[in-house]
């Protein structure tokens, strides 16, 4: 008897389950058709409610204010960053060198179709920017980074290889973000990111050798 009550409590579960995930996912996507055509500075939780076709009442079941919206936003975007640079970094059936152009090709791409959101969650960044999730997904992204170096460059010395890899991952953020401020072509994106994978390894080369050297 106490199985079928719980088998039956756990039937009703489910599909309330799937209910919630169903909207919070309606939600996130339209917090991001909001924040790309309007903004982080016109954001709000009416505008994003009115987009997903809930109540606001709805939404702060969820989410009690926008900036907790902002913030799961931007906490699957490094959780899709840390992903993709794991994926690629980590992949040891590939040289690093290869590795290396594969993640700035990956990289410019991902910064020119999602130009939008990004530059809207950057300008949202003080309400998250000092969260625990902030600190933690920067510290993922250096251990990921790290570990490539070691492979990359394994007799160069620690500073060498941190230094090697805090140049790269700096441009590699910073030419990004100014190249997708403007629209640009399957063929632009293609012709820069093989010209910046060209920097990249050419540095890691040269390193390399140098420490071959002495």
């Known amino acids: ?12 579960k489910q599909p309330q389950q799937a209910r919630s995930t169903e909207l919070v996912a309606a ?14 500075q016109r954001f709000t939780t009416a505008r994003v409610a009115e987009r997903a076709g809930v109540s606001v009442g709805s939404l702060y079941q969820y989410f009690p204010n926008k900036a907790a919206i902002l913030f799961r936003l931007q906490s699957d975007e490094w959780r899709r960053t840390g992903d993709m640079l794991g994926g690629i970094l980590a992949d040891g059936a590939k040289a690093p060198p ?37 600190h933690d997904a920067r510290a ?16 160069a010395t620690d500073a060498t290889r941190a230094l090697a890899g805090e140049l790269i991952t700096t441009t590699l953020s910073e030419v990004g973000k100014r190249f ?17 994978a060209d920097m990249f390894c050419a540095y890691l080369g040269e390193l390399a050798r140098r420490r071959n050297q002495s």
């Open 180 to 196: 997708s401020e403007t629209q640009r072509s399957e063929a632009e994106i293609a012709r820069h990111a093989d010209g910046l």
């Open 140 to 155: 993922a992204g250096k251990g990921i980074v790290a570990a490539f170096m070691r492979e990359a460059l394994p007799r």
């Open 98 to 134: 290869l590795r290396l152009r594969a993640l700035v090709h990956a990289f410019i791409r991902s910064e020119c179709e999602e130009a939008a959101i990004r530059t809207a969650l950057s300008d949202a960044a003080p309400l998250y920017r000092d969260a625990p999730e902030a």
């Open 1 to 12: 008897m106490a199985d079928r009550r719980s088998r039956s409590v756990s039937s009703r």
């Open 27 to 40: 939600i996130l996507d339209a917090a991001v058709q909001v924040l790309a055509k309007e903004g982080a």
